[in-house]
């Protein structure tokens, strides 16, 4: 089995273009494994019904959850069951390019110790609507060029458009579980990028940019901070291995700097969204518990501008 393509649902808007896009897939050497991670009885009995046509195809094992999982827990639970010489997580809300699959597997041969390949993205809106394009990379780059271009926010992480070695994936324990899954692809993508990350310049997958794939929730910000450090610490870990040589163009001083000034800009943004949606009272409980995180002027304007 070359592929295995983990589709972990808790949504069912644009399920059935994302099974559709599986499907239409013109290198068939793949498994699909489908869980049903939905918090209510009513979401899971609509995923179902959704998947009826796949639950007893021959290449398909679908489960759903007794109760919701975090995303890493039930991401790692589709990594144990995976088979595939490779391994890939399309969201329910995402849609494969009918030749994702073929080119992929075409990267992973040209570059056979390489762990990592990822490919260009379409973003599209709610309605399907082009909103934009990420940038075009080289064909293959080192693990520290790839977190350069990361840490000085010139390249963007997703989840769907990347696919891992699956041996490589299990070695390090699947997906980290220290985050509440916000930053988890980065931290996964990043550490697996030892041997080099390979890259394709084609459009191979339609991103979808819509306020339900991602939540701004108070409770979901109060979390941010913990996956933010998780997420500091593993870049730190990586430069430090990576840059503290004379083979690394990049002096570590620097990266480490860099990767600090990235850290504090994501906890000031997620200030800024927390107040956004707070009230006064609550937006003051959350900048006295994390005041030590936030850049003290910034995170008053944030504030004053979000309370009056």
């Known amino acids: 089995m070359r592929f295995t393509?983990?589709?972990?649902?808790?949504?069912?808007?644009?399920?059935?273009?994302?099974?559709?896009?599986?499907?239409?897939?013109?290198?068939?050497?793949?498994?699909?494994?489908?869980?049903?991670?939905?918090?209510?009885?009513?979401?899971?009995?609509?995923?179902?019904?959704?998947?009826?046509?796949w639950i007893n195809r021959p290449n398909v094992t679908y489960e759903e959850s007794t109760e919701q999982l975090t995303m890493p827990a039930n991401f790692n639970k589709i990594v144990e069951k995976s088979k595939g010489d490779f391994f890939t997580i399309l969201s329910d809300d995402d849609v494969m390019d009918k030749e994702f699959l073929a080119e992929i597997n075409s990267l992973s041969i040209k570059y056979s110790s390489t762990k990592v390949f990822h490919c260009r993205v379409k973003l599209i809106d709610g309605e399907s609507k082009f909103i934009g394009i990420t940038e075009i990379c080289p064909e293959w780059e080192k693990q520290e060029d790839f977190v350069f271009q990361r840490i000085y926010e010139k390249r963007d992480f997703f989840l769907s458009d990347f696919v891992v070695d699956t041996k490589a994936l299990k070695a390090i324990g699947g997906f980290s579980d220290k985050t509440s899954g916000w930053g988890v692809d980065e931290v996964t993508w990043s550490t697996l990028a030892y041997n080099g990350v390979g890259f394709s310049n084609k459009l191979l997958l339609n991103y979808r940019i819509f306020p339900g794939n991602f939540s701004l929730s108070l409770e979901n910000l109060r979390k941010r901070f913990k996956d933010i450090e998780v997420m500091h610490s593993n870049f730190e870990r990586i430069i430090r291995e990576t840059c503290n040589g004379t083979e690394s163009i990049y002096p570590l001083d620097y990266m480490l700097e860099l990767n600090r000034k990235r850290t504090q800009g994501q906890n000031d943004l997620v200030f800024k969204f927390h107040a956004k949606s707070g009230n006064l009272i609550q937006n003051l409980r959350f900048y006295f518990k994390n005041k030590s995180l936030l850049t003290k002027k910034r995170a008053l304007k944030d504030l004053i501008k979000a309370s009056f």
């Not at 949504?11 to 939905?38: G, H, M, P, W």
């Not at 209510?40 to 046509?53: G, R, S, V």
């Open 5 to 53: 393509i983990g589709l972990p649902i808790t949504k069912t808007k644009y399920l059935k273009e994302s099974l559709d896009s599986i499907d239409a897939q013109t290198f068939r050497d793949f498994e699909v494994i489908i869980r049903n991670n939905a918090n209510t009885p009513e979401i899971k009995a609509e995923i179902k019904e959704l998947c009826k046509d």
